[in-house]
């Protein structure tokens, strides 16, 4: 005996919104993995810099200044400007993505 069952919708809207959704998804973790490895890149390379060329790092730029002196704050920057790329791309691409799916 073949019963159907009634008042279901068609499955097929959920296909294409299952695929939005692996695409959406597939998109934040490409973004969040290039920004991970961008914020690796710039902590090792200091971390680099300090175990293996502290000479260069001891560069003085002007009295009372050296290069070491920029560059540490410059990566405490670079991860809040890394912080603020993500929070834009998800803000405007991944919010309205999300929108979308509803």
Aim: proline share 5%; net charge positive; aromatic share 8%.
């Amino acid at each position: 005996m073949n019963v159907g069952i009634s008042g279901n919708a068609d499955p097929a809207p959920n296909v294409g919104a299952k695929k939005l959704a692996k695409k959406l998804a597939k998109r934040r973790l490409t973004v969040a993995l290039v920004l991970s490895a961008a914020m690796i890149a710039i902590y090792f390379g200091f971390m680099g810099l300090f175990a293996f060329d502290k000479p260069l790092l001891g560069t003085i730029l002007m009295p009372g200044l050296s290069l070491c002196i920029v560059l540490g704050p410059l990566v405490i920057i670079s991860s809040f400007v890394l912080c603020l790329i993500y929070v834009l791309w998800a803000n405007r691409v991944f919010d309205a993505g999300i929108r979308d799916l509803r």
